[in-house]
Nanobody, 120 residues
Framework: QVQLVESGGGLVQPGGSLRLSCVVSGSIRAINTMAWYRQAPGRDRELVASISTGGNTNYADSVKGRFMISRDSAKIAVYLQMKDLEPEDTAVYYC??????????????WGQGTQVTVSS
């Protein structure tokens, strides 16, 4: 069974920093694109950043220059380093990964979400 477990959320003041982590476990043949999404109250879930197996990254315009996505060398975890946080960054952040388990076709898996609150 494939699982994605996020950690690192919390309460931070405007201008502060946080680092989110997402660790993948299970019987996995391959992990393709990994990404972070977020959903604020009353809003649709939106893509924050993504990273391909080759390390190519993509960012939402609202976070460019402030957030950085990375994945570890074994490609079983993905991280989101966030700096210069703004109240508008407040949301539940979700880890997403396109994973091919052994004996199954690739599928998009989601973590349970971690709350990030930016407030003074």
């Amino acid at each position: 069974q494939v699982q994605l477990v996020e950690s690192g959320g919390g309460l931070v003041q405007p201008g502060g920093s946080l680092r989110l982590s997402c660790v993948v476990s299970g019987s996995i043949r391959a992990i393709n694109t990994m990404a972070w999404y977020r959903q604020a109250p009353g809003r649709d879930r939106e893509l924050v950043a993504s990273i391909s197996t080759g390390g190519n990254t993509n960012y939402a315009d609202s976070v460019k220059g402030r957030f950085m996505i990375s994945r570890d060398s074994a490609k079983i975890a993905v991280y989101l380093q966030m700096k210069d946080l703004e109240p508008e960054d407040t949301a539940v952040y979700y880890c997403n990964a396109n994973i091919e388990p052994y004996g199954m076709t690739a599928y998009d898996y989601w973590g349970q979400g971690t709350q990030v609150t930016v407030s003074s």
